[in-house]
Nanobody
Framework: QVPLVESGGGLVQPGGSLRLSCTAP????????MHWYRQGTGKEREWVAS???????TYAESVKGRFTISKDEAKETMYLQMSSLKHEDTAMYLC????????????WGQGTQVTVSS
């Protein structure tokens, strides 16, 4: 099992931007989807964005128009470009990658913290 590793989090002012990365050297998705989730302190984990094996993207309504998910399969890396950040975006951001012939297996990273504050 190859662990996923997120990076790029940090402290940013409202309206600012951050680019998160999720990488797993040696990991093979077999054409399955990849996803970003987030969980604020004391809150339930929520889905943020997904990119399918074919490259189709979907977003939670709360981030639509502000976040962009992408991937570079050659580098085995997924990205989340975040702009126009709000206080409510403060959370631990985690990536999830699916694998297996039926996309039945999920792999999680440990998360990267994003804090939006003045």
């Amino acid at each position: 099992q190859v662990p996923l590793v997120e990076s790029g989090g940090g402290l940013v002012q409202p309206g600012g931007s951050l680019r998160l990365s999720c990488t797993a050297p040696g990991f093979t998705s077999y054409g399955c989807g990849m996803h970003w989730y987030r969980q604020g302190t004391g809150k339930e984990r929520e889905w943020v964005a997904s990119i399918s094996g074919g490259g189709t993207t979907t977003y939670a309504e709360s981030v639509k128009g502000r976040f962009t998910i992408s991937k570079d399969e050659a580098k085995e890396t997924m990205y989340l470009q975040m702009s126009s950040l709000k206080h409510e975006d403060t959370a631990m951001y985690l990536c999830k990658a699916m694998s297996g012939l039926l996309c039945e297996s999920s792999y999680w990273g440990q998360g990267t913290q994003v804090t939006v504050s003045s």
